[in-house]
């Protein structure tokens, strides 16, 4: 396929992941909220109002912005910001009754999710965001609470966020279709210290990359296929559209689940979205499934060595995804 260039992204394995296993970027705030309202003063604290099953939280955010580079010391911590879910009670001053907003405008990059988004007035940018993002993989159906979850992640930045260039291809002699790509964050890659048996981060530098399917053949509209992370130098991922079985690799499932294959989720459409790293916003690329191989035709035989060559590029000597 053609490369698309988006705002932030990743690399992988394919390692399936279970729910607990999943992790989030930005950072996670809050879990099927309503009424959300972000607001920030100019001592750069942020306000965000929002609801739960009809209980208002007004929670206060400070003390991050932006992302930090994978050091060589695992234990330097990622940013985070400081929270405060009482609204600043637990600081014996209920801060948000009397909290000033000065947030302009947002006139920054077009984000996915996006609920609300504000220009601070240092020239630096706040955004909530919020996503689906604990579906179960496989194009399985939710079938518990927390599977369904729209989760809201705060974010804050100053300059460009995370750099994403994703392709799509042919592997294995066009037999399987493929996304691949690479995310960085000013100019280096973006991966972590380590994962879990089934491939979640474990630890504030890792991030998770999201992957949905369209119209597949696990059914119509958007289903999740699969998550995973990126990794090595270049920060790459490389994904085949394989048909897996969901009690073999770690993958959440009912007990209903028959013992066989799913797949491969091939669809009309792709995208990924990914957290960004540290408190920067979450990203997402988008686009058009492939059409099955034909080595007779010059246009896919093309194709395929274009981004063979790319991907080899993209690899720069890092030994992983060497599969053409």
């Not at 911590?77 to 637990?90: I, N």
């Not at 896919?300 to 053409?324: F, P, Q, W």
Request: with cysteine.
């Amino acid at each position: 396929m053609r490369q698309v260039r988006l705002l932030a992204f990743v690399c992988a394995l394919g390692a399936a992941l279970t729910l607990a296993g999943t992790a989030s970027a930005s950072q996670l705030v809050a879990r099927n909220a309503s009424h959300i309202k972000l607001a920030v003063n100019s001592k750069g604290t942020a306000l965000v109002t929002y609801s739960v099953r009809g209980t208002v939280t007004h929670l206060l955010a400070w003390g991050a912005v932006n992302a930090r580079q994978r050091p060589n010391n695992p234990k330097i911590k990622q940013v985070e910001f400081k929270l405060d879910y009482s609204g600043g009670w637990k600081h014996h001053r209920l801060t948000w009754k009397t909290f000033k907003n000065t947030c302009s405008a947002y006139d920054g990059p077009d984000l996915p999710w996006l609920v609300a988004a504000c220009k601070a007035s240092n020239g630096s940018y706040w955004a909530l965001q919020s996503w689906q993002t604990a579906l179960p993989d496989l194009g399985l159906a939710p079938w518990l609470g927390q599977q369904k979850t729209w989760w809201l992640h705060l974010s804050h930045w100053t300059g460009e966020v995370a750099q994403l260039n994703v392709y799509t291809d042919w592997i294995y002699g066009g037999r399987f279709q493929e996304v691949f790509g690479q995310y960085t964050y000013q100019g280096k890659g973006i991966r972590g210290f380590g994962t879990t048996r089934v491939g979640a981060p474990t630890d504030g530098y890792g991030r998770l990359l999201f992957l949905d399917t369209y119209n597949s053949s696990y059914g119509p509209g958007w289903l999740r296929e699969n998550s995973f992370v990126s990794h090595g130098p270049p920060g790459m991922f490389c994904y085949g559209f394989y048909a897996r079985n969901p009690w073999v690799g770690g993958y959440a499932h009912p007990s209903s689940t028959p013992k066989r294959k799913r797949g491969p989720g091939t669809g009309e459409q792709y995208r990924i979205t990914a957290p960004g790293p540290g408190v920067t916003p979450d990203v997402m690329w988008q686009g058009q499934g492939l059409h099955p191989y034909n080595k007779q035709n010059p246009a896919d035989v093309s194709l395929e060595s274009a981004m063979n060559a790319e991907r080899d590029t993209i690899r720069a000597g890092y030994g992983k995804c060497a599969h053409n």
